[in-house]
C-alpha cells in the first residue's frame, strides 16, 4: 500500500459494499393514490454503490496527530471520526463481495452460496441430493430435500424433513416431525419435535419457531453493529481445456486477417456513410462484455445525426419484445444505412473489437446495461462470455416478426451451455451458407440431435408483449424462460 499515489499520509478503509439477495434491490416509486408508478431495480457494485460495514483500516501514525479522542470502539466510528477532522482517506472495495456475519441474513445468504457452489461443482443429477457425514443418524421416515449438507454424528428423528439449501451442524439434532428449511443449524444444536423453522440461524436448543431472518431497513444500516467480514469470491466456471487459448487465438488471427483483406470495402461505405450524411462513418455504442466490462462496440453509422434523441418519441410504434427496441421502417435509418443493415455489412467494424478481445467471432449477442437488467441469471451466463459478431441466436432465429426477445435470451444460453470449437466453425459455417443470417438455420446443424431435441422450446404463444418468468438454478447457464400460457397472471 505505501507504492500507492498517496504514500503512508492516507487512511485506508476496506469496506464492504451492501449486497441483497439475487444480486439487486428494488425500490418502487407510488403515486398519491397507491398506484405503482415507476420500479427501479439496482444492482450491487455496479448501480447500488452504498457500504455495509468497514473490514479494516490501515491508520499511519502520522494521521492520528492531535486526534487522542478518536473512538477505537467500531471501525465505523474511527472511520466517521477522521472524516470530521480531516484526515485525508479513500475506501478500497472488497473485491468479489462480502458477508455481515452479525446479522443472520447475511449468515445465511453466505452459507447458501457455499452450498449452491458446492454441489454446482458436482454431476447435475447430486444437485438435488443431500450429501450426509459420518455417523448420522438419519430415520428412514425422514425427508432431505436437497442441497442439503448433514455434518457427522447429527440426528434427523422420525417425520422430520431438512429442505436446502441447508447446513445441519455437527452433532445436532432435529427431533421427530419438525421441519427445516433453508436454515444453518449449529453444532449440537436442538430443534424441538413439530416445530416449524425457515430462514433461521439456529443455536442452543429452540423451542419455539420465531421470525424467519429479513434484511435490516435501509436508513437502519449505518447503524448496524461493527461487521465481521467474509470475503466471497463469485467467478463463473471457465471452460475446460485449451479451448478458452484457442478461440482467443483464433479470433486475433481471424479478425486481422479479414481487416486485411477487407479494408478496401471498409474505406469505400465508410465514404459513401460520410457523403450521404453529416456525421462520423462511425458510431461507437457502449455495450457490456465479459464479466460486464464496458467496451464501445463499433459499427457503421446508419442513421442520421441525433437518433438517440429521438427514440423516446418512437418507442410507442416499437415492434420487439423486451427491452430492445426495433422498427421495421425506422425513419432515423439513412439510405445507405438501410443497405448496410439489409447485408449486416454495418458490423463489420466490429472487427477491430474481436482484435482487441472485447469481443469474439461467435458468441452472444452484445447489448447495453439497460438491456442486461431484467434479469440476474441470464445476465450473468451470457456476460460469463466474450459478446459475438454473430451467434446461435444471429443464424437459428425464426421469430422476427413477432418479437423474438424469448429467443434472443434462449439461443444465447444455449451456446454459452454447449459452446466448443466446434460449434464455433459451424456457427461460422452457418453464417457463410446462410448469406449473414438472410434466413434460419436450423438448430439440428450446429447441435448434435440429442442437444438440439433437448434444447427445443415449446411452442409460445401469440402475446404482444413477452413477459418472460425466470427459474433462477444454482448454474446460471440453465436458467429457463418460460412464457405464460394464455389468461395465466404471474
Not at 379 to 399: E, F
Not at 434 to 455: C, K, T
Not at 469 to 484: G, H, K, M, Q, Y
Request: some cysteine.
Amino acid at each position: 500500500m505505501q507504492e500507492t499515489e498517496a504514500g503512508p499520509r492516507c487512511v485506508r478503509h476496506l469496506v464492504a459494499l451492501e449486497a441483497h439477495s439475487g444480486g439487486t434491490t428494488e425500490r418502487v416509486h407510488l403515486g398519491a393514490n397507491g398506484t405503482v408508478g415507476r420500479i427501479q431495480r439496482y444492482y450491487d457494485s455496479s448501480t447500488w454503490p452504498f457500504t455495509s460495514g468497514v473490514a479494516c483500516s490501515l491508520v499511519p501514525a502520522s494521521c492520528t496527530i492531535g486526534g487522542s479522542d478518536l473512538s477505537l470502539r467500531s471501525l465505523r466510528d474511527l472511520r466517521r471520526g477522521l472524516a470530521e477532522r480531516g484526515v485525508p482517506s479513500r475506501d478500497v472495495f472488497i473485491r468479489g463481495g462480502a458477508f455481515d456475519l452479525s446479522q443472520q441474513a447475511q449468515l445465511l445468504a453466505l452459507s447458501e452460496q457455499v452450498v449452491l457452489a458446492h454441489f454446482a461443482r458436482r454431476r447435475p443429477a447430486d444437485s438435488a441430493r443431500a450429501e450426509v457425514g459420518a455417523r448420522c443418524e438419519v430415520d428412514p421416515s425422514a425427508r432431505l430435500i436437497g442441497p442439503v449438507i448433514v455434518h457427522d454424528e447429527a440426528r434427523i428423528g422420525a417425520g422430520a424433513m431438512v429442505v436446502g439449501p441447508a447446513v445441519i451442524g455437527a452433532r445436532a439434532r432435529i427431533e421427530p416431525d419438525a421441519m427445516v428449511a433453508q436454515c444453518v443449524v449449529g453444532p449440537d444444536a436442538v430443534v424441538a419435535g413439530g416445530l416449524t423453522l425457515c430462514h433461521r440461524v439456529v443455536f442452543g436448543t429452540v423451542t419455539e419457531a420465531g421470525a424467519a431472518a429479513t434484511p435490516p431497513p435501509a436508513e437502519e444500516a449505518e447503524a448496524a453493529p461493527e461487521a465481521e467480514m467474509a470475503e466471497v469470491r463469485d467467478e463463473w466456471p471457465r471452460s475446460p481445456g485449451a479451448y478458452p487459448w484457442l478461440k482467443a487465438a483464433f479470433d486475433v488471427a481471424a479478425s486481422f486477417l479479414g481487416l486485411l483483406v477487407l479494408s478496401p470495402l471498409l474505406l469505400l461505405i465508410a465514404l459513401l456513410v460520410k457523403l450521404e450524411s453529416k456525421g462520423p462513418a462511425f458510431y461507437g455504442d457502449r455495450r457490456e462484455g465479459k464479466g460486464g466490462r464496458v467496451f464501445d462496440c463499433l459499427k457503421f453509422r446508419t442513421m442520421c445525426a441525433g437518433a438517440d434523441a429521438l427514440q423516446r418519441d418512437l418507442y410507442a410504434s416499437n415492434q420487439v419484445d423486451g427491452p430492445q427496441f426495433k422498427l421495421a421502417r425506422d425513419p432515423r435509418v439513412t439510405r445507405v444505412g438501410r443497405v448496410l443493415r439489409k447485408l449486416n455489412l454495418d458490423e463489420l467494424p466490429q472487427l477491430l473489437n474481436v482484435l482487441r478481445l472485447e469481443m469474439s467471432l461467435v458468441g452472444p449477442r452484445p447489448s447495453p446495461f439497460r438491456e442486461n437488467q431484467l434479469c440476474i441469471p441470464w445476465r450473468d451466463g451470457r456476460l460469463s462470455v466474450r459478446p459475438g459478431i454473430t451467434g446461435l441466436w444471429q443464424i437459428c432465429r425464426n421469430r422476427r416478426a413477432q418479437g423474438d426477445f424469448h429467443q434472443w435470451i434462449h439461443f444465447d444460453l444455449l451456446y454459452v451451455r454447449h459452446m466448443s470449437f466446434v460449434v464455433d466453425m459451424k456457427i461460422l459455417a452457418a453464417t457463410v451458407l446462410s448469406l449473414a443470417a438472410q434466413w434460419p438455420v436450423p438448430l439440428g446443424w450446429i447441435l448434435s440431435s440429442r442437444d438440439a431435441e433437448a434444447a427445443a422450446p415449446a411452442a409460445a404463444p401469440a402475446v404482444d408483449r413477452a413477459v418472460v418468468r425466470t427459474f433462477v438454478t444454482p448454474d446460471a447457464r440453465n436458467a429457463a424462460l418460460v412464457l405464460p400460457r394464455p389468461g395465466e397472471r404471474m
